[in-house]
């Protein structure tokens, strides 16, 4: 389970964030981030096989402010993503840690141009079947529908009246889930981030199927 302590610290560094805070308070931060590491490396061991997990990752707290908007010099969370193995297994997820504002997220976030011109292919020649996997009833019951940003017309060199355009025009293909507070703290969260995990699986395998194959559906492993 996570350990107590991460959240008191979260709303701290929120509330105080600046250098001069962290600087007198980084051990907080390290004490922080040393149980967030065990909980990652647990959840990882759990769920690795089944999922066809390779690696995880908790993001750093310090922020990239040079293109932002919002200079405040540390995040006000912890991000931790989970790589699935490469190249037969594709999509990835992250749990995102915030009091108040905590996620599960899965799929392709940024898919490359050929990325995305592959799997646009696939819903132009059988939207039908694309539709089916991503709004299985399992899947939209426990993650809801997906998610993100999308054109506002057809991709180039796509029909604009095709049955499938609502799909087409999609950049990302995303689920999120919002995580109560109180469950990332109790010993149920386990178990419901296995149950998540199951859902979105048969629709992460299958956009795998479909990026590593061509056209024809032949694998181009």
């Known amino acids: 389970m996570l350990h107590p302590s991460i959240f008191p610290f979260l709303e701290e560094l929120r509330e105080n964030n600046n250098r001069d805070w962290f600087k007198d308070n980084k051990h907080k931060h390290d004490a922080a981030r040393a149980h967030v590491?065990?909980?990652?490396?647990?959840?990882?061991e759990r769920l690795s096989d089944e999922n066809q997990l390779d690696g995880q990752k908790v993001f750093r707290v310090?922020?990239?402010v040079r293109f932002s908007k919002n200079k405040t010099p540390y995040k006000s969370h912890f991000g931790i993503g989970f790589h699935r193995i490469k190249p037969?297994?594709?999509?990835?997820?992250?749990?995102?840690?915030?009091?108040?504002?905590s996620f599960f997220g899965a799929g392709f976030w940024g898919p490359n141009k050929d990325d995305l011109f592959r799997v646009r292919k696939e819903i132009e020649m059988d939207h039908e079947y694309f539709e089916k996997m991503s709004r299985a009833k399992t899947l939209t019951e426990?993650?809801?529908?997906?998610?993100?940003?999308?054109?506002?017309?057809?991709?180039?060199?796509?029909?604009?009246?095709?049955?499938?355009?609502?799909?087409?025009?999609?950049?990302?293909?995303i689920f999120t889930k919002?995580?109560?507070?109180?469950?990332?703290?109790?010993?149920?969260?386990?178990?419901?981030?296995?149950d998540h995990f199951?859902?979105?699986r048969p629709f992460l395998n299958y956009m795998g199927d479909v990026l590593t194959s061509d056209l024809n559906g032949e694998s181009i492993l």
Do not use: V
Request: no cysteine; aromatic share 16%; net charge negative.
């Open 37 to 44: 590491l065990q909980f990652t490396q647990d959840l990882f």
């Open 62 to 64: 310090y922020r990239d």
């Open 88 to 101: 037969q297994f594709r999509g990835g997820y992250y749990l995102h840690l915030e009091p108040g504002a």
């Open 142 to 173: 426990t993650w809801g529908t997906m998610k993100g940003d999308q054109l506002k017309t057809a991709p180039k060199g796509f029909d604009k009246e095709h049955p499938g355009i609502n799909n087409l025009r999609f950049k990302q293909f």
């Open 178 to 194: 919002e995580i109560p507070d109180e469950l990332l703290f109790d010993a149920k969260f386990e178990q419901w981030m296995i």
């Open 198 to 200: 199951n859902t979105i």
